[in-house]
């Protein structure tokens, strides 16, 4: 494509280049004609004013240009002629010269574009003119144009070489350049079909190849689609792999959901067996005692439930309300109501002088903090120290639960807000937990635009939720 557009340009340069040498060669051959012309009339002239006659073939021997000739007309017939032709031999015209001459002027007029025998083409002019002594003659002169034609052809000729030179130049490097852009698009296209062959319906995706920065073009269009293509594949890989997770989440979440709800289905379920038996039920006391156990265990699984039920709603729909909530008051009384959920354990607030109000749902603030303070209560044990604060900087506000209890285990610590995740080396005095309190909320807090967070370390833990005053 490239080399053909580059031979057509070079065709029609040539063409119009050859054109304008020729006419400007052919100006130069009608200057010297015509200076050539006038010499010969002066020459006439004056030999017929001298001796009343036409000058002989040796007198005129200096008008004649290099590869011209000229001859006089008298009363129709020609009187003198000299040709100096271009082997630089001077002599008379032929009379077939002379003829062919004649005819042409006859033909075109007096000044016309003509060959001479076989010596190629000339510019011959006439011009009639008049004697002293009345006589009326015809000068006609003539100059070659084979230097012209040899010019013009010797320059077409190497034009036409240079052109195919050229031609042929910038089609081995439009070759070349074509394969060095289309190089990289085939490394993409096969990338492309690399990935198009992973199985990409289920499980973890592999990490996929790149197209690599040494095969790229930098700013060209095959670096814009290579780059498309990385950035595509880094957005496909990073959502079929959280797609994974997703899924391996999911399938932990039902199994250990599934287990938590065993647990208390079993004990309610041994507990009616057994009082299905004839002989069972004797003794009051023991029936209320399982009529107890029953009721716990219903209440355990009903709280499961909830709390299940909270998580999917806010993973469906994270959505809370949008009000000015008095986080002083609700720290205040999630700590008193504390005191008497875990007496065991010391509890103190730490509140700053002027009441703290937020931007939030006071439901979704409670539930968490409640939360917070219920996973200190039963993670530590009794004699444990818990502070409930609240830290304000010019941005944020951050309501702090913190223990010096003993410490998560560190390798907890980056699962800590999953589901059903139980916080390793904290004592459980109170019994096993089901793990979805602290899931609660992150999930909240997500849903609120806060930020939650935890330190732990053998001296205690501490807990954050970070309020932005920017929602305020």
């Known amino acids: ?229 990385n950035r595509l594949l880094d957005h496909v890989e990073l959502s079929l792999n959280a797609r994974h997770r997703a899924e391996e989440s999911m399938r932990r979440f039902i199994a250990e959901a599934s287990h938590e709800l065993r647990n208390p289905l079993a004990s309610i379920r041994g507990y009616a067996d057994f009082y299905a038996q004839p002989d069972a039920g004797a003794d009051p006391l023991e029936t209320q005692g399982v009529l107890q156990r029953i009721g716990s265990e219903a209440s355990r699984m009903s709280a499961l439930i909830d709390d299940l039920l909270l998580l999917a709603r806010l993973d469906a729909d994270p959505v809370v309300a949008r009000d000015d909530v008095e986080l002083s008051m609700i720290v205040a009384e999630t700590a008193s109501d504390a005191r008497f959920a875990y007496p065991g354990h010391v509890w103190r607030i730490a509140l700053p002088d002027e009441d703290v109000t937020v931007v939030g749902d006071e439901g979704a603030i409670r539930q968490m903090l409640l939360n917070l303070v219920a996973n200190a209560g039963h993670h530590t044990p009794d004699g444990t120290s818990v502070t409930v604060s609240i830290e304000t900087t010019s941005t944020s506000v951050e309501v702090v639960v913190e223990d010096d209890g003993p410490g998560i285990d560190p390798e907890a610590l980056p699962t800590i807000f999953d589901r059903f995740t139980q916080a390793g080396s904290r004592s459980q005095t109170r019994g096993t937990t089901v793990g979805l309190g602290l899931a609660i909320v992150q999930a909240l807090a997500t849903a609120s635009g806060y930020e939650v967070s935890v330190t732990s370390s053998s001296a205690g833990t501490r807990f954050g939720i970070r309020i932005p005053t920017s929602t305020a």
Do not use: C, K
Not at 50 to 64: I, K
Not at 97 to 104: A, F
């Open 1 to 229: 494509m490239i080399s053909g557009l580059l031979l057509a340009s070079v065709t029609v340069f040539g063409v119009v280049s050859v054109a304008i040498l020729r006419q400007s060669l052919v100006t130069q051959a009608e200057s010297t004609l015509y200076l050539a012309n006038d010499t010969a009339i002066g020459q006439t002239l004056t030999a017929v004013d001298a001796s009343g006659s036409v000058p002989t073939f040796d007198d005129v021997s200096l008008a004649v240009p290099s590869d011209g000739f000229f001859f006089v007309i008298q009363d129709g017939e020609v009187a003198m002629s000299a040709f100096f032709t271009r082997d630089y031999t001077y002599r008379p015209m032929t009379e077939r010269e002379l003829t062919h001459v004649r005819d042409g002027m006859a033909e075109s007029g007096y000044t016309t574009m003509m060959d001479v025998a076989d010596d190629g083409g000339y510019l011959v002019t006439a011009s009639d003119v008049e004697a002293a002594d009345g006589q009326e003659l015809t000068i006609v002169s003539g100059v070659g144009l084979t230097d012209t034609e040899t010019v013009v052809r010797t320059y077409a000729l190497w034009l036409a070489v240079v052109g195919i030179a050229i031609a042929a130049f910038a089609a081995v490097f439009g070759w070349r350049w074509t394969r060095q852009q289309l190089d990289p698009l085939e490394r993409v296209a096969e990338i492309a079909d690399e990935v198009a062959a992973t199985p990409l319906s289920s499980g973890e995706i592999a990490p996929q190849r790149r197209v690599p920065r040494d095969v790229r073009h930098l700013g060209s269009e095959t670096d814009r689609v290579a780059d498309a293509l």
